[in-house]
């Protein structure tokens, strides 16, 4: 636990407080280190609460760690520097003179030193000189005055001269008959917020060139974004590409590069030369796409199919004559089945072209074209007879027998005759 806790404001000239008052009149008298606290201050050079135990001191009796300052941080210049290291001072860093003091300072290199008599100064080597305060050197910022008494280590008086600035904000007006605002710059969590009070803000560069630039850089210095004095922009986004806008009203990179977006420039809608194509309200995912007058509609397998007269992968009818080129072939695997009844009439449209499975006599059409063809099989325990239906068979006016578990095919040859291939 310190001995002597900083209350970040200028304090009471005491010891063994952790509950520092602020500076009070007739107690601690007007010296020369406030002035100079106030005008280092004024520079910019000043303590801030970065930590509830920024520069807390604690003292001791021992020789090599007779004062431990706790690190802190300050602002230098009006910037916020990094943090200051725990810093230890000795006896020796002290003069052992009564109602001497000394300047605790963060200097210019963000080390905790001693200011003291001894080192030069208007006072040339003399370490004796008591109740006045050492000169500071320039870049330091001062936390506090820490006086040597007779009751020796351990036990020195320490006056802060902290603040207890916490947040930092940037005014910006002009006098309009006292002062107007008319920007504020201020942190925030996760942001910076610049507030314009005025219509307008204008960033004005130095000359009209492209060597007059207005940059935005990431952490690691690279460009992402510029304006130069001529008018001309860079980004970091790709080369020769248009820009696109997202539902977030971000901008990027789109893959259309300058080139096409020339060749769409002026370009119509419609289906012409070189007018840009649009759907209606009839497309939807994994259609096929046709022109519905000036537009694209989506068309689904089944309609496409229809569109173009094509036979689907299962199912359909073919209405037309399917001929198979020379030298190529087609393969069916397998032919339908057919039960036929007993005394049936085969009908081009019902049998021709499949296996017949007949559980008795069949009589062929009355009727048939040129290689209308009916295989007939017979699974019965006897004969069956194939009626010719008024017309020849293999060249006779005679009906064929089937014998059991045979079969006969019957090919229409012209005038309604037939060829019987198997009896």
């Known amino acids: 636990m310190p001995t002597e806790a900083n209350p970040h404001h200028f304090s009471k000239h005491t010891k063994d407080d952790v509950a520092i008052s602020q500076i009070e009149d007739a107690v601690d008298f007007p010296h020369t280190g406030l002035i100079k606290a106030l005008s280092l201050g004024m520079k910019g050079n000043y303590v801030i609460n970065d930590s509830a ?12 760690s007779a004062v431990v300052v706790e690190a802190g941080k300050i602002f230098r210049d009006g910037v916020l520097t990094a943090a200051t290291a725990q810093t230890t001072f000795a006896q020796s860093d002290f003069n052992n003179t009564t109602n001497a003091h000394h300047l605790l300072v963060v200097a210019s290199n963000n080390a905790v030193v001693i200011r003291k008599f ?5 006072y040339g080597g003399a370490s004796n000189v008591i109740n006045k305060i050492p000169p500071y050197t320039e870049g330091d910022t001062i936390i506090a005055i820490v006086s040597f008494t007779a009751d020796g280590f351990n036990d020195m008086k320490v006056q802060y001269l902290t ?19 008319t920007m504020s710059i201020t942190g925030g969590s996760g942001k910076t917020t610049l507030l314009s009070e005025e219509n307008q803000v204008v960033l004005k560069l130095n000359g009209t060139g492209s060597s007059n630039t207005f940059q935005v ?17 860079t980004t970091d986004i790709t080369a020769s590409r248009a820009l696109v806008t997202d539902g977030s009203k971000n901008i990027s990179a789109s893959s259309v590069t300058s080139a096409e977006l020339a060749l769409l420039s002026g370009a119509a809608f419609g289906i012409g030369t070189n007018n840009i194509l649009r759907a209606n309200a009839n497309l939807a995912n994994d259609d096929f796409l046709r022109v519905d007058g000036t537009q694209i509609e989506g068309r689904t397998a089944a309609q496409t199919l229809t569109d173009i ?25 397998r032919l339908t ?15 021709a072209g499949a296996y017949l499975i007949c559980a008795g006599n069949v009589t062929l059409p009355a009727t048939s074209s040129n290689g209308e063809h009916y295989t007939i099989l017979n699974t019965t325990g006897g004969n069956i007879t194939v009626a010719r239906n008024g017309n020849n068979i293999n060249g006779a006016g005679s009906d064929i027998t089937v014998a059991t578990y045979n079969a006969v095919t019957c090919i229409g040859i012209g005038s309604n005759n037939w060829i019987a291939l198997g009896v």
């Open 217 to 233: 850089t990431d952490s690691a210095d690279q460009l992402q974004f510029a304006v130069n004095g001529d008018g001309t922009l």
């Open 118 to 122: 001894g080192t030069g100064g208007i």
């Open 337 to 351: 089945t057919v039960a036929v009844s007993a005394s049936t009439t085969l009908t081009e449209a019902t049998h």
């Open 309 to 333: 007269a094509a036979m689907p992968l299962a199912g359909g009818t073919f209405t037309g004559a399917v001929t198979v080129n020379t030298g190529q072939t087609f393969r069916s695997p």
């Open 53 to 64: 135990t920024g520069f807390d001191i604690t003292q001791s009796s021992s020789s090599s």
């Open 163 to 181: 603040t207890g600035k916490v947040a930092n904000g940037v005014s910006i007006g002009y006098n309009n008959s006292g002062y107007d605002q």
